[in-house]
């Protein structure tokens, strides 16, 4: 069985398409044993509790600095003893060290088709505010392994979305990760979990 720990920073709509899909036999070989937020208070902490998983919280703002942060931030995912870590909506760049220790084994989900839309200060909605004012066509999703840039590790799976007349930044998300990205996450971790070469 693959342990998965699952880090997040908001909604966790991510972390709920994966804990569905474990439930659903979708997934197959892999539990999630630990959600660590870095924010306080948020629905995803919620969603695992209520699905009877472990929820903590590592509060960016409980801490003096980025090291004392970092520091408590690995000690919350080494304590899961996770083979594989999943960024779900986790808005923080994660430090070398912490890069390092799981080389191979952190995958995030980005919401657009990488190598567009990505990079320093594209997270959220701003990614589909950027691709409404390029006025790009096509939009999409993509899981990629992590490495010590910012969105630029390998890429594992990826997914178009159109985008269409009329769209807000808000309907374009919705589309993306009804279309792209609840499908695609699940889909990395049953590919990690059982082996399929990548
Ligand atoms: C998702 O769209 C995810 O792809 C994005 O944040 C949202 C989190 O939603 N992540 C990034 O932008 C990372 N650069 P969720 O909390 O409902 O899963």
């Known amino acids: 069985m693959l342990r998965v720990a699952v880090c997040v920073s908001g909604g966790g709509t991510n972390l709920q398409a994966l804990i569905d899909a474990i439930d659903k036999g979708e997934v197959r070989n892999?539990?999630?044993v630990r959600v660590i937020s870095n924010k306080a208070?948020?629905?995803?902490?919620?969603?695992?509790?209520?699905?009877?998983i472990q929820a903590v919280t590592v509060d960016r703002k409980a801490f003096p600095g980025d090291a004392e942060f970092f520091n408590a931030l690995q000690t919350a995912i080494d304590d899961a003893e996770p083979d594989l870590v999943v960024l779900a909506g986790f808005l923080t760049v994660l430090p070398s060290g912490i890069v390092q220790?799981?080389?191979n084994r952190i995958i995030n989900i980005h919401p657009s088709l990488i190598p567009s839309f990505c990079g320093k200060?594209?997270?959220?909605?701003?990614?589909h505010e950027a691709v409404l004012k390029r006025?790009?066509?096509?939009?999409?999703?993509?899981?990629?392994?992590?490495d010590e840039?910012?969105?630029?590790?390998?890429?594992?799976?990826?997914?178009?979305?159109?985008v269409k007349d009329?769209?807000?930044p808000q309907i374009l998300q919705k589309r993306v990760m009804e279309e792209a990205e609840w499908v695609l996450?699940?889909?990395?971790?049953?590919?990690?979990?059982?082996?399929?070469?990548?």
């Open 166 to 168: 009329g769209d807000t």
């Open 30 to 32: 892999a539990e999630i």
């Open 185 to 198: 996450l699940p889909m990395a971790v049953d590919m990690i979990a059982n082996g399929v070469n990548i």
């Open 135 to 146: 006025g790009v066509k096509v939009t999409g999703a993509t899981v990629h392994f992590v």
């Open 41 to 52: 208070g948020v629905k995803a902490l919620d969603r695992a509790l209520s699905h009877g």
């Open 121 to 127: 200060g594209y997270y959220g909605l701003k990614v």
């Open 149 to 162: 840039g910012c969105d630029s590790g390998p890429i594992l799976l990826q997914k178009a979305v159109e």
């Open 101 to 103: 220790k799981y080389k």
